[in-house]
Each structure stands twice: as C-alpha cells, then as structure tokens.
T-cell receptor, first 110, second 113 residues
Framework: SQQGEEDPQALSIQEGENATMNCSYKTSINNLQWYRQNSGRGLVHLILIRSNEREKHSGRLRVTLDTSKKSSSLLITASRAADTASYFCAPSGGYNKLIFGAGTRLAVHP | DAGITQSPRHKVTETGTPVTLRCHQTENHRYMYWYRQDPGHGLRLIHYSYGVKDTDKGEVSDGYSVSRSKTEDFLLTLESATSSQTSVYFC????????????FGQGTRLTVV
C-alpha cells in the first residue's frame, strides 16, 4: 500500500509556536504531497515534493523528504489560529491512485 | 478555485434506495476521484477514473459503482444504500493523477436512515 501514516494524530500549540508533523510510508515513491483540510471542507493542496528533492518551502511551510527513511515532515513556522486544521500526506508511487492517511489534527490556540 | 462542483450538497435517503452523487468539473482534467470521510478517519478512496469510461476500484469500493461517460462528469452510485454508507463524500480532480496536485469539491453529506 502506498498509504502514508501521519504522526502525531493530534497536536495542540500556542500561536507563534512552530508545528511539526510527520508522514511515514512503506513503498518507493515518485513524490509526496501535503494537504490541509479545514473543518468539514474539501482538502487544499499545500506542497508537492519530488523524490529527488530533500526540502521545499512555501511561505511559512517547510517540507522535508528522506527517502532512505521513507518519511517526510511538514513544519509550519510561527503558527496562527487560522492554521487550525487537519493535515494529510499522500505519498505516490507513480500510480493513478491518490491515497491519504488518517491525518494530523492541529489546534493552534490564541 | 478549481471548477469542481458536487451535487447534491446534502441528501437524506432511506435504507435500500439507490442514490447517485454527481461530480462536475470544468477544468478538463483527466483524473477524477471519489472519497468518503468518516469521523476519526481520513479520506478513503472509493473509485477513481483515469479517462472517459476508464475507472478502477479504490480501498472501499464494495456497495458503490461509478460511471464516467464524459470528461466533465463522474457519477457515484450507491446501488442500495445502507446506514454504513452515511458519510461525507468528496470528489477530486487531477490533471496527471498522483503526479500533480488534486483539487477537491466541497463535499456531499449523505445520511442513510
């Protein structure tokens, strides 16, 4: 299965702190994507990192990928209350399917 | 926002009745996906399509069928709805499958009573 597993399941922090969540997977991948879901809404794409990349940035987001450990991490710096959401990873082995894990629920408190 | 529309947005139906959910896109993307999301779970893939009349099963396809007769429409049918199919259903589209980002619809909340 190319499904990723996010860790931790839940994370609670104060505004201004950094939030780190991790994704582990079991198969070889071509890329790995991160998505955010605000309560009850559809997922929104954050970042796609390819297997030959080790790090990627987008605004306050930093994603790393370690293919030797089959893991990725998503760092959100200087968190805001608006970052409160669930975050999902989707590792892809190049097949048609887009499979998600159970996600990490992030709560950022003012 | 990507042009993707799910209909209906909310539906209550009785056990044993057939139900069809529609996903409509205006982006001309090749790939379309149907997921379900239940409390405490992530999104689970039901079926997906990689072209007109080309579909395949996902992780939880039992009790569901799909059809794609046009690029823009992907239909999900519950042949005989059961209470276990009460869920929020999301449609997604992607230009190149898992090689590119996916865009999601707003979801359909289905309740089977």
């Amino acid at each position: 299965s190319q499904q990723g597993e996010e860790d931790p399941q839940a994370l609670s922090i104060q505004e201004g702190e950094n939030a780190t969540m991790n994704c582990s997977y079991k198969t070889s991948i071509n890329n790995l994507q991160w998505y955010r879901q605000n309560s009850g809404r559809g997922l929104v794409h954050l970042i796609l990192i390819r297997s030959n990349e080790r790090e990627k940035h987008s605004g306050r987001l930093r994603v790393t990928l370690d293919t030797s450990k089959k893991s990725s991490s998503l760092l959100i710096t200087a968190s805001r209350a608006a970052d409160t959401a669930s975050y999902f990873c989707a590792p892809s082995g190049g097949y048609n399917k887009l499979i998600f894990g159970a996600g990490t629920r992030l709560a950022v408190h003012p | 926002d990507a042009g993707i529309t799910q209909s209906p947005r909310h539906k209550v139906t009785e056990t044993g009745t057939p139900v069809t959910l529609r996903c409509h896109q205006t982006e001309n993307h090749r790939y379309m996906y149907w997921y379900r999301q239940d409390p405490g779970h992530g999104l689970r893939l039901i079926h997906y399509s990689y072209g007109v009349k080309d579909t395949d099963k996902g992780e939880v396809s039992d009790g569901y069928s799909v059809s794609r007769s046009k690029t823009e429409d992907f239909l999900l049918t519950l042949e005989s709805a059961t209470s276990s199919q009460t869920s929020v259903y999301f449609c997604a589209i992607s230009e190149s499958g898992s090689f590119t980002e996916a865009f999601f619809g707003q979801g359909t909340r289905l309740t089977v009573v």
